[in-house]
């Protein structure tokens, strides 16, 4: 499958921790994505790494890439309960639309 | 930033209808759109590639004469869920990818929630 495997299905933690999530993935790809979904909502564009990058980090968020070892994780520091949401990591490997892993439910309790 | 609009955001419909679901490049053209399909408390999965000037791609397992595409323009595609059942109520979601030889964003809809009765 092409697909990314996000690990964890779901995360609890309190505000102000860290949350760090996982993505696995089999195929050779171009640069790796990380979206969070509001609850019934659309999805909202976090940050893309490409296969050539190791880490990239965007306010609170913190991407690396391990391509030797296929996976990629998403740390955000400081979490906030607006952070609730889950976090898909897609996968893009050239003119092809992105596939998609099966997510993670983040949950921040306030 | 560029935008991609979906129209309608929601609809209820009875079973054995025909819905029209709209997706718009604002200010970008896009030869080639996505549209995906998600269930609740799972991924999107890609249903069919909308392409310009040319006929649909649809993923294994997605009927074609079920979901029909239309690639209208450079700006629209409509996917059109003809004869719903309860068993097609998602959220459907298009993208489109930015044009350019070393583009790597796609923009995503809002997405549009179906519920068949």
């Known amino acids: 499958s092409q697909q990314g495997e996000e690990d964890p299905q779901a995360l609890s933690i309190q505000e102000g921790e860290n949350a760090t999530m996982n993505c696995s993935y089999k195929?050779?790809?171009?640069?790796l994505q990380w979206y969070r979904q509001n609850s019934g909502r659309g999805l909202v564009h976090l940050i893309l790494?490409?296969?050539?990058?190791r880490e990239k980090h965007s306010g609170r968020l913190r991407v690396t890439l391990d391509t030797s070892k296929k996976s990629s994780s998403l740390l955000i520091t400081a979490s906030r309960a607006a952070d609730t949401a889950s976090y898909f990591c897609?996968?893009?490997?050239?003119?092809?639309?992105?596939?998609f892993g099966k997510g993670t439910r983040l949950s921040v309790i306030a | 930033g560029a935008v991609v609009s979906q129209h309608p955001s929601r609809v209820i419909c009875k079973s054995g209808t025909s819905v029209k679901i709209e997706c718009r490049s604002l200010?970008?053209?896009?030869?080639?759109m996505f549209w995906y399909r998600q269930f609740p408390k799972q991924s999107l999965m890609l249903m069919a590639t909308?392409?310009?000037?040319?006929?649909?791609?649809?993923e294994q397992g997605v009927e074609k004469d079920k979901f029909l595409i239309n690639h209208a323009s450079l700006t629209l595609s409509t996917l059109t869920v003809t004869s719903a059942h309860p068993e097609d109520s998602s959220f459907y979601i298009c993208?489109?990818?930015?044009?350019?030889?070393?583009?790597?964003?796609?923009?995503f809809g809002p997405g549009t929630r179906l519920t068949v009765l």
């Open positions: 993208s489109a990818p930015f044009p350019g030889p070393n583009s790597d964003t796609q923009y």
């Open positions: 897609a996968l893009n490997s050239g003119n092809t639309p992105l596939v």
């Open positions: 200010d970008f053209q896009a030869t080639t």
């Open positions: 790494i490409r296969s050539n990058e």
């Open positions: 909308s392409n310009e000037g040319s006929k649909a791609t649809y």
């Open positions: 195929t050779s790809i171009n640069n």
